[in-house]
């Protein structure tokens, strides 16, 4: 068993403690172990809660990382537009051969099929990957359905309110034509 805990030993945890140094800082500092320095908190009412500071660091941190996510959704992004260049772009072609070793280059002007299907293939790659890193926004036709929606309703309602009843129904073969 440890040496008991003493007055010096509560001053130096509350000294410590107001100046935000950590338990187990304290329990370096004191040469006890972090559950007297916790213990010791405890009887003078103090507490090593760090949620909010750690909830703040989170927050942070993720923000952080969207931004790098987005960023590098943009690198992708790019990749993909400078390979959809080549799809459509002259080609150099080369060659080492023949018994004499000799170099043999010829311009293509455009890719030959192979090389399109691994230029498709990178550009697909490169689109999935940014749109997973940071997936599209809603292009808001669900908030412009929503308001046409509402705008129906309150006609609706309005009609109701002076003819004494809802509007007919277009198919409703009882429907007055206003064109008539």
Not at 5 to 34: C, E, F, W, Y
């Amino acid at each position: 068993m440890g040496r008991p805990i003493d007055a010096k030993d509560r001053a130096a945890v509350r000294r410590l403690h107001a100046q935000g140094t950590s338990r187990n800082d304290i329990a370096r500092a004191i040469k006890r172990s972090p559950s007297t320095v916790s213990k010791i908190a405890a009887e003078l009412g103090l507490t090593f809660d760090r949620a909010a500071e750690v909830e703040a660091a989170t927050a942070v941190r993720k923000a952080d990382l969207g931004a790098r996510r987005a960023a590098f959704a943009e690198r992708l992004q790019d990749i993909a537009e400078r390979e959809a260049d080549k799809l459509h772009a002259p080609t150099l072609y080369w060659e080492w051969g023949g018994k004499d070793h000799k170099y043999a280059e010829k311009t293509a002007p455009e890719p030959i099929p192979a090389d399109r299907r691994a230029i498709m293939s990178t550009i697909a790659t490169a689109v999935d990957r940014s749109l997973k890193l940071v997936p599209p926004k809603d292009d808001g036709a669900a908030e412009s359905r929503s308001v046409i929606g509402d705008l129906m309703a309150g006609l609706a309602r309005d009609y109701a309110a002076r003819n004494d009843g809802p509007p007919p129904e277009p198919d409703d073969p009882g429907a007055v034509d206003d064109a008539e």
